[in-house]
């Protein structure tokens, strides 16, 4: 049960440059959300999923795209990456709300620099 | 914003020690999250309550809703213990909008 596969682990970027970090979980989850981990703040979320084709914007989404064509596939898209989007990006996913266990799962994260 | 406060922020203890880190949030939650990370590691999701308590080895996780608040717990510490301990809330028709997340408690177990 591989859980959440994000890649890649590590990516610098210079600026204006565009990449997509991939998400995929085998667990059948409805919800998968991106955060961003930054020193000194929680972890905050840029987007987020509850089912295929569906997709909505959270705390910090200026700069980033995604979409769900597939319950399985989350990526997010830097569009022309800044220097402020240097971070750690994680993808988490779920059960909805009154599935399962509710417990979280996450990816290893992506360290991504912005030159 | 509603606003997830963690305390303390660092914690440094002696291995064996029993160690306390509390969490709380200022309105009606559906559930809160535990979570562990390690330095240069990923995320880990220890518990997840809505009221009462869990236990899972040596960590214990509490929540009295009334008072919003939540502690987690962590008997005969250890040095592997030392990580980042994370509270996260789902606030009340938050639905799945995300999680409010703490800034995290910073615990280092010294052998």
């Known amino acids: 049960n591989a859980g959440v596969t994000q890649t890649p682990k590590f990516q610098v970027l210079k600026t204006g440059q565009s990449m997509t970090l991939q998400c995929a979980q085998d667990?059948?989850?409805?919800?998968m959300s991106w955060y961003r981990q930054d020193p000194g703040m929680g972890l905050r979320l840029i987007h987020y999923?509850?089912?295929?084709?569906?997709?909505d914007q959270g705390e910090v989404p200026n700069g980033y795209n995604v979409s769900r064509s597939t319950t399985e596939d989350f990526p997010l898209r830097l569009l022309s990456a800044a220097p402020s989007q240097t971070s750690v990006y994680f993808c988490a996913s779920s059960h909805a709300a009154g599935e399962g266990t509710g417990e979280l799962f996450f990816g290893e994260g992506s360290r991504l620099t912005v030159l | 914003k509603n606003e997830v406060e963690q305390s303390p922020q660092n914690l440094t203890a002696q291995e064996g020690e029993f160690i306390t880190i509390n969490c709380s949030y200022s309105v009606g939650i559906s559930a809160l999250h535990w979570l562990q990370q390690h330095p240069g590691g990923g995320i880990v999701s220890l518990f997840m309550l809505s009221s009462g308590k869990k236990k899972h080895g040596r960590l214990i996780a509490t929540i009295n809703i009334q008072e919003k608040h939540s502690s987690l717990h962590i008997t005969a510490s250890h040095p592997r213990d030392s990580a980042v301990y994370i509270c996260a809330v789902r606030y009340s028709g938050g639905g799945a909008d995300g999680l409010t997340f703490g800034k995290g408690t910073h615990l280092i177990i010294q052998p």
């Open positions: 667990m059948n989850h409805e919800y």
């Open positions: 999923s509850v089912g295929a084709g569906i997709t």
